[in-house]
């Protein structure tokens, strides 16, 4: 059943009622693209990818529209609307945006925690929650989760007493939660894929192969410390060279390169000087993109409708670049 609504706050739209409650026509229409919290990864890209036009249509095109030009950008927005508008809780459990999301909130609860409201702070930490549990139920990134939790517990505690907004039993509270959190992820035990293949079955070739694609030095240095034969692998030069040049460009590499090197450590130490200096290549499936035309910031796999005639051309918004919008 649906009906016109003459009441409701937004007066015209078409309403639906539905097992969570009253939910507007436009946003059930575009279920099909929409995150489902019981449906694996693999599944729902391949559903949103098979979506047909007219669903694709159906979908809100969310977007916040930015005013000004560089440092002086600013959303027209708060925060805790952002992230609500941008479904940031929901897109935690999206595999293409949930480095994003994660980046986003480390960025907050490091460097804004004080700034943060009362509705900021109860997104940002159910957030955290989802995040968590993701991790748990697929069992991937448990290690880094855990130390994105220690993260927090510090800046938590480091910032008490220096002007937290909320009470400090709310933010007791906060500190308990990811306490819990991170003791679950410590006690979690892996699931024994007895009788599957492991990785360590697979040819040398095909190893190496995998290692090579890594872009994060960290995953790498933890793979090569589970046993010799992978630290071995590890340590094969060539793969810091493909390392140096998906991060830098050679403009930046001949500043540091020092022929006095030892010629296997040549660019693992390359790596490490360029990376202190420019940092690191960061690429995410699915990010906040501005549109150049319309100054729209909107999710970039989802698109937004252009209100300007130019050519719909977007801008990479970092997760820094999104947080320096609000000015906090
Ligand atoms: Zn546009």
Request: proline fraction near 2%; glycine fraction near 4%; charged fraction near 25%.
């Amino acid at each position: 059943m649906s009906f016109h609504s003459h009441y409701w706050p937004s007066y015209g739209d078409e309403w639906v009622r539905s097992h969570e409650g009253w939910r507007r026509m436009a946003d059930v229409g575009g279920e099909v693209l929409r995150l489902n919290q019981t449906e694996n990864e693999p599944t729902r890209i391949i559903r949103t990818n098979n979506a047909t036009a007219s669903d694709k249509q159906n979908i809100p095109q969310t977007c916040i529209y930015i005013r000004g030009r560089a440092k002086e950008r600013q959303i027209s927005t708060c925060l805790s609307d952002a992230l609500n508008i941008f479904e940031i809780k929901q897109s935690a459990s999206d595999i293409r945006r949930s480095n994003y999301v994660c980046e986003i909130l480390r960025i907050l609860l490091k460097e804004h925690i004080c700034k943060l409201s009362g509705t900021a702070q109860r997104i940002i930490f159910q957030t955290v929650e989802t995040l968590v549990n993701i991790a748990l139920s697929s069992e991937m990134n448990l290690l880094a989760i855990k130390n994105f939790l220690d993260e927090i517990t510090h800046s938590i505690i480091t910032s008490s007493g220096t002007g937290l907004i909320g009470s400090p039993g709310v933010w007791k509270r906060h500190l308990q939660m990811v306490t819990n959190l991170a003791t679950k992820v410590s006690a979690h035990k892996y699931t024994e894929n007895t009788g599957k293949p492991q990785l360590l079955d697979l040819p040398k070739e095909c190893l190496y192969n995998i290692i090579s694609r890594l872009t994060d030095h960290r995953d790498i240095i933890m793979l090569g410390s589970a046993n010799s034969y992978l630290y071995e692998l590890t340590c094969d030069p060539f793969i810091w060279e493909k390392l140096c040049y998906y991060h830098f460009t050679e403009k930046q590499m001949m500043k540091y390169i020092d022929v006095t090197d030892d010629e296997s450590h040549h660019w693992l130490s390359l790596y490490r000087k360029c990376s202190r200096k420019y940092g690191l290549r960061r690429e995410y499936t699915d990010m906040l993109v501005m549109c150049i035309g319309c100054h729209a910031l909107h999710w970039k796999l989802q698109g937004h409708n252009c209100i300007s005639d130019e050519d719909s051309v977007v801008e990479k918004i970092e997760p820094m670049d999104f947080v320096s919008l609000f000015h906090l």
